[in-house]
């Protein structure tokens, strides 16, 4: 079989980094070109030194030229940027994976309230197949454009779906406490995230309003089969690289126990190969999905308040970004799913 | 004015330490003895090489010896372990400020469902003030027997306590999350906390009956003016040294703005020194209060859910530990509250 | 082609995960038994999480059950200990791969003076082949009994050998000054190891007498085609959890030249798979091989002191340790050298 | 006795956050004005929170109005402007405590070699007091501009210079290998300083020519009593905020002991209260210096290469930047010289 090819636009921040980590292994994938403005001309080395060797050199992001030699465009691009590239890359039957999160929400309206400006292509809203494989995995097989799930968003949807569609916990009143690596900003150079002032550092931010929280609410509705929800997600940067820890307190609807959390995680994940579901009253430890693409969840009930506890963990660059695109374009090009993942 | 003879039991974990931190550089205490088991005869400076020069030596734990040279003793001994040294201590007249959660509960029946062993002096759980001074400082102007507030119950409380009072937030729903350096483990020897356990890990525990979880419940309920309190409070291990981050989500009472929120903070820490209130919509730090004995505390309001959103920091070996001690200790034998604070 | 069958005896420590974490993708070899006395009988997953799901349970370490199914056994035992499992496997006709320091020295009498006890099997040590890949791949091919190098070793020979060999820089007066993550010490639970008290802590240790010195001696000496060298090594531990920086000053040779040592790296290197060599001047990073199997090097010539001053990084655990190791494998059964570990 | 006022001028940076830390609880000192170009008219707490409180405001550098108010200034600015502010400054008689590289070096010379412009003011140069009050503490105590040490050299000259006074060890062929917290580099706002960059990184930089080495080597070639010295100086990264350690090698002299040694330090420094000798053989750790000012060093003696290896650590913006300056000012004004510092 030949090999997809694959166009990483935008590839010189740390979800391009961990793209290349993940697709120059990929026994059915071949990188054909990476795009960055900034260090076009430049080989992928002068960026990331741990690639030296690797036979590339970031290209100015000509749309059109590159959408001749691929099957598959990865978009690591910030949101807003990313509609831009993906409706040429679209129109040349390229298929596109995009890790911004234009593509995530199915109203346009949300999109203009947390983002403060209208979507540029509402119309692609509808046609974009949300990549998250675990729940969507028929849709992603035929899809043109995905929207990969964000890490937030994957760290806080696949413990709470399951239950939340099994009526195990109320749709009201969740409160999704997440504690992220730096990497998780980007590959930003400014003040706050320089060494000294996140080390020994930890801090909420963004706790009213964040812009993954109408994803998050989006995919628990619909988990839910409710038209709309409220929740709290409260953010924290935390001193580490990477992953997310994403506590979740729930509560339990009637007839609610731990027997019963376990039987419908194991219905829902217990033949996937990146969800592992912890014994019960467990707690998930982001050390153990470090440059990994799994999802490790870890649940508990509180008798004393009637709460579920959920406590989720994902790399972010992995689960939340790199590694679930390619894990959302093996699925779509008939490939192994865990190919260049393992 | 004579200086303050001051005795530390159980000196050779961090809040002795911290202690030693402390009191070697306070204007008008004096440290008369330093206990460990363990390291008896040996100088300071094998244990802490920072305090090489200190001419302090461990010495056994013999508490009548003791008692009749000094007139404070800071008890930094394991829970269970401090009821044993305080009886005597306070028969012989000296003033006992326990940093172990020993005399916190008010309750012995509390004490036995958390900690599954009957008090061994529930007679002198009536007597002991709650060391934390924003709350109790004219109980400990004359307070024989202080239960210094515990590290993750003081940034827990200090933020609730008056808006709880103030009916500016519902007493039911409270979820206090909190994050930990690894100094809040103790100087443990154990598998979980080496080096490359902890690092790039960020995991949580007990998130169901946390020993700490009665007494955040007790001082939210006097706060409340209720007879018992039912929240849900969960720790997590952060990958750094010092403080704790605790981020507590409320239900709004009818009638809560931002304003109030501000005006009620002002009111009760305007003129405090060691508590400091950001202004509206501001996220705490831990960055800014290690190695202090301030609290800082930053809020906000969550119009879409209705929730008032605090968060608060503390080091947990300074305010929530040795800091806080000594500033009871200050307050009780009438010497300025700050000293050898600052 | 069959896979190799490969038993991993200690497979409960650092070395051992990481042994783990590059077999279980590696396409042609196979998992048959990992040992640990103290966890016998419990999956892989009690120990390491991030295995569950891998079918592999620890067992007793029961050699002659273990060697009658495996072609490989690699041994990340303690020193010491590791003889007494080679020599029934190599009884057996099992290729042994050892990571411990056992085979490294030729002299039974080194062995004595730095490790104080007689060698168990001193007859061993020469038909041991030393496991560094890039300098004997020939023997390594038909080698029964490998002795993996250390880890500051590899981090120190292979930027010096070529230099020494080609008498670019003088064999005397040679300082290798290492800087290695915490999981350098093992997965050892003692006092010094844990988080607080490395987090924020840089120190030297071992500054004379280090039992690497040695073989890091040796190796130079038989680079340099010289009986004997002395050099100082000092090594340091550092608050990360992976990597080994050496940095490495010799006295430049008449005629050394920043252009010839490049030509003598490229010679010596220029078609290895992991050993990167940086452009002239620039220094290495341990951020760019952590988790990878790749030796950066990079070089300089002081023209104040006349010294070419060398900086080398490897992962400690992957080209340090376990990557090694499974080159090694590898390499004596005729597979792409690189199997598993890109 | 009234206070002596001081003026810090570049106080937005790290060093002049240390400044305000030892400052502000400084027993005998008032800081009357803090200046920052880019952060005039904000409160210091806008740009450090942990001093909310405190009645400063960061205003002009304006140099007329403040050197009218204030008996001392500290400058914590970038090398070359220092000279700008000092000329005045000392003209209106004000004592100036420089933390900069501008006056440290006696050769105008060599500070063209290694900064690549002409010195601004060659003719303060021969005015200029080291400040290193170890080694210089007599002419501290009438000086008018005091060059405050180095970081990396006071880590360096105090545990050098007094075994090359006492000829215990060659002026040839010495090594300094240093590690530095990324403090060390400013709060610069670069790349190679975010976080991810940082955390999980050691690496080598300015490995020949780094500015501090004529520093170094001038004070060595002093206490060596030799015109010249040539040495190595080695400076790292390493992923921690605060500290240094400096690993030096040097050969000894014949007759060099330990005990010797031992002699000589305790001469040097027994009655000093900022440096703390370790017992033969020990090294020295950052963690014990964190947050103060003091230097620890250790020694050792290795027969095997007869190199003398100390290991000296401080704390960059204690010991090595705004302790310093304050201990060198307590000195000029004839104050406690630990006053403000334990």
Redesign the interface.
Known sequence: MSKVRVAVFGASG?AGEELLRIL??HPNAEVVAITSRKNAGEPVSTV???F??APLTFVEPKVDEIAAKCDAAILALPHGLATEYAIPLLKAGVKVFDISADFRLKSAAKYKEYYKVDHPAPELLAKAVYGLPERYRDQLRTADLVACAGCYPTSSILPTAPLLAAKLVKPT?I?V?S?S???GAG?????P?????????????G???HRH?PEIEQEMAFAAGVPEM???F?P?L??????I?S?I?MDAADGCTLEKIGEVYEQAYGKEQFV?I?PA?R??????????N?C?I?Y??????N?V?V?S?IDNLTKGASGQAVQCMNIRFGLDEAAGL?
């Not at 590959?187 to 003040?191: A, G, I, N, Q």
């Not at 995230?193 to 931010?205: D, G, H, M, Q, V």
């Not at 935390?238 to 992953?243: L, S």
């Not at 707690?283 to 990994?292: F, G, L, P, R």
């Open positions: 740390y120059l292994r990331f030194p741990r030296t060797g009143g409160a406490v504690c690596g730096v990497t590959r930003k150079v400014d003040l995230y320089i060494f000294p002032e996140c080390n020994e550092s930890l801090k909420a931010y706790v009213v309003g929280l409220a929740i709290n409260i924290h935390a001193p580490m690289n990477r992953c820890n506590t307190l592992r912890l009253k707690c998930a430890d982001t050390k153990y999905v470090s440059m990994t799994t490790e870890g508990n009930l509180d008798p004393h308040t709460k506890i406590t963990v393992i």
